[in-house]
């Protein structure tokens, strides 16, 4: 038997040697076939692992050779049984753990379903039931790849949708169909219009021709660049032409930003008192096998792993992945009501009313032109208001709008 079950139950040593006869002690162990792992020598030293049956005969070897052997650290069955063995309730509850850990990873126990937009979870959850998808079912015995493929021929307003089980949760991903966006190819006929308000700054056509200049007020929709040329003809008439509109199109835009700051607000006063919750997690699921019966509300949490010998023997069983515990510690404190001054609460929504600004100019790809923040009392607090006008690149491609006069008289 080979593998990580078999290191596991021969147990792995970390050793010291030191002393003058540390080599020998080393070729002795060598010869005798004793595998050692990671050696590392410094100033007349020889760290090394081994196998922890192997270590009885390294002492041997050492006491022969002059020098000495010390275990740094031990791995494995043996070690745990050194530490744990005489304690048979302990021992029955670990088995106990484990084995509730396995059945309680054989459910379903969570459903999480995202895309959804036009139907709420619950009715999805619905139509999961009536394929055995419930919270509660053994995870094993469904075929996801083929209750897929059904629910999509039976739901045709599902246009994509996967299901996969990750620990003990059922991960459901759903695309809705939708209308698809008109597509232009590069070359067909269209206008170039207004994605939004503003007053035009520039216009530069490179391809059409343009509907508004310099100073125009455009609403979104509004024809900036038609695709539509007018070509007059020698005996009066005119033709037309219907070609790609293209261009530069720049436009000052006013954007407002609304926030909220409130006056009250909560200062922590720390009472010094910390009490612990010890948790046991595999993957994403956590149980709490010891909480503690206090009024957590008001508590900063911060978790970390426990780095106790039981944790870290968890960690060595072999088939048992990501399992591990947790101490979650609790700082009380008390909560004091306070509230802002009218000062302190302009500063600080102004500093958001900035920060929401240039996050919608780096995004719009705008200058800055003007700005100008008002603000006003409400019942809670402050409401600001920041009023700003940019300079930005506008347009779209859009449907041609085809002049009502372009169709041939039938006469």
């Known amino acids: 038997m080979r593998g990580p079950i078999h290191r596991f139950l021969k147990g792995r040593s970390r050793i010291r040697l030191t002393g003058s006869g540390v080599i020998r002690c080393l070729n002795l162990l060598l010869g005798k076939g004793v595998a050692l792992k990671d050696v590392y020598r410094e100033n007349g030293t020889i760290l090394a692992w081994m196998s922890t049956k192997d270590v009885e005969l390294a002492e041997i070897y050492a006491k022969k050779s002059g020098c000495t052997v010390e275990i740094l ?19 029955i509850g670990l088995i106990l753990l484990v084995l509730g850990v396995f059945v309680w990873n054989s459910f379903i126990w969570g459903i999480d379903i995202q895309g959804n937009e036009t139907l709420s979870d619950l009715e999805v959850r619905s139509r999961l039931a009536e394929y055995g998808l419930t919270e509660g079912t053994w995870k094993g015995g469904h075929d996801l790849e083929g209750i897929k493929n059904q629910m999509l021929l039976e739901y045709p307003e599902w246009s994509w949708m996967s299901l996969s089980i990750e620990g003990t949760t059922l991960q459901v991903r759903l695309t809705e169909g939708t209308k698809p966006p008109a597509i232009y190819e590069e070359g067909d006929p269209r206008d170039w219009v ?29 024809v900036l660049i038609s695709g539509t040329l007018e070509i007059p003809m020698e005996d009066g008439t005119t033709q037309y032409q219907f070609t790609e509109a293209a261009g530069e199109v720049y436009a000052l835009c006013t954007q407002e930003i609304t926030l909220e700051q409130e006056a009250a607000y909560i200062e922590k006063a720390y009472t010094g008192e910390m009490v612990h919750e010890l948790l046991l997690q595999w993957g994403d699921t956590q149980i709490s096998l010891y909480k503690p019966f206090r009024n957590l509300e008001y508590a900063d949490v911060i978790e970390e792993p426990l780095g106790s010998e039981f944790g870290n023997f968890l960690g060595e069983i072999p088939g048992i992945p990501s399992i591990y515990l947790i101490r979650r510690t609790y700082v009380l404190y008390e909560p004091i009501e306070k509230n802002y001054r009218e000062d302190q609460m302009k500063v600080l929504l102004g500093a958001a009313l900035q920060k929401e600004r240039d996050r919608l100019l780096e995004e719009e790809n705008g200058i800055l032109t003007e700005e100008t923040i008002d603000y006003q009392e409400t019942q809670t607090g402050i409401k600001g208001t920041l009023s700003m006008k940019m300079m930005v690149e506008m347009g779209e491609a859009g449907a041609l709008a085809l002049l009502p006069d372009t169709q041939e008289d039938e006469s």
């Open 194 to 222: 207004a994605d939004r308000d503003g007053i035009i700054y520039s216009i530069v056509t490179t391809r059409g021709t343009p509907m508004v200049r310099a100073g125009d007020v455009v609403r979104k929709g509004d």
């Open 73 to 91: 650290r031990e791995k494995g069955f043996p070690a745990w049984k050194k530490q744990y063995g005489n304690r048979y309730g302990f021992v």
